[in-house]
């Protein structure tokens, strides 16, 4: 079978993305028996621009990139959310995701509402220079609409703490000031958060651990695959590994690779690092060697027999064709929305625990909270303190949700929408 491609990923249009979203909003708020024109407002956007970036290309010619900015809602604070450099960027997925961001700083009790924004490329194409003039092409795009109070950027996919250092300095240009609390996921030299990085895969497996003390699994007999292996599926498996769980499978975009024995994180990244792809990374304790594993598609990993499946690549990877055939007992979404809404019900009927995203992979939101207060106190926060909150606010919400989900005998994922939406329409309603 050949490898499958990025593109492959979107199972989904993006239009059905943010349709689904906006149904699955529809369904929590009868629950909620939410007012209409609270219902009204939430079902779309508070504003949603796509703006022009020309940027000057190494040959001296000038491009031209789409970017998008979409601001869900604020009742609850500044809109808050990720920026992603990907070809498959569009309005729909956008708005979609910037809506997802406006449940999950709610869940999770922080000061932020929602928001998203992307642009289209192939980041992977462009040289340093280029990246840097579309990153400051970018801000000055979306200028007057974020800071702050306003709206506070963050990475997401493809993006990283080099492109929101280029932001920050660009906004703070802008703006005449030093402004580090424009955006958050900067490099820890520069106003960022010690431990802002691994934050969303060290969140992840806060809530394996969670699972293991409440179904009682042992680490080390324990079996996971990992869909993506960027910032999120990289940290999640290597705070995984070294609790004692064994990472047997893990991909990026062109394909994955199954070790049996279980894999070594640190040696897969840097053998990936040289390669430029992960096949052929067979790696345990400090060996890689060929006769260690085999080459598998991503959708080889969704279907394979573990015991924990971990989406930490994009969304709707997991859709009501594949669901029937997932073997994990649980799935914990560390991407944004990498199950639909029909696949989850497949697999709730099955019996499969799925730890929804607004939950799962919180724990990068969270950081970005403690820097973006960090930025403006001019306090310096230790590596401790960080992981040591992060943990604190993950298992409070860990415990709602499930609490919730207990006593009303419903999914984890609608537990986690009725205290999410219930906490914005209370805020919009006072
Ligand atoms: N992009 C991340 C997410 O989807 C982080 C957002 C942020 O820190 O604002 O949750």
Sequence with gaps: ??????????????????????????????????????????????RVIKFQIPVQMDNGKVKIFFGFRCQHNNALGPYKGGIRFHPEVSEDEIKAL????????????????????????????LSRGELKRLSRGYVQGIFPLIGPENDVPAPDVNTNAQIMAWMTEEYSKLKGKDTPAAFTGKPPELWGLKGREEATGYG?????????????????????????FGNVGFNFTRFAAHDGYKIIATSEREGGIYVEKGLNPEQTLRCLAEKGRIAGCYCIGSVCDLS???QITNEELLEMEVDVLVPAAVENVITKENAPKIKAKYV????NSPVTATAEAILEKRGVKAVP??????????ASYFEWLQSKQK?????????KELSATLEKSFKKVWGLSEKEKIGLRKAAYVLAIDRVAKAMRS
């Design 1 to 46: 079978m050949s490898a499958r491609r990025a593109s492959d990923y979107v199972l989904m249009s993006n239009r059905n993305f943010f349709l689904d979203s906006q149904k699955q909003l529809r369904e929590i708020a009868d629950i909620l028996k939410i007012e209409p024109e609270i219902l009204q407002e939430l079902e779309e956007p508070h």
């Design 98 to 125: 910037s809506m997802l961001m406006t449940w999950k700083c709610s869940l999770v009790d922080l000061p932020f509402g929602g928001g998203k924004g992307g642009v289209i490329v192939n980041p992977r194409k």
């Design 204 to 228: 992840g497996v806060i809530i394996l651990k969670k699972l293991q003390q409440i179904f009682g699994f042992k680490p080390k007999e324990t079996t996971l695959a990992v869909q993506g």
């Design 292 to 294: 260690y594993g085999k």
């Design 332 to 335: 914990i979404e560390m991407a």
């Design 357 to 366: 995203d607004i939950l799962a992979n919180s724990g990068g939101v969270i």
């Design 379 to 387: 306090i310096l926060w230790e590596k401790e303190k960080v992981l």
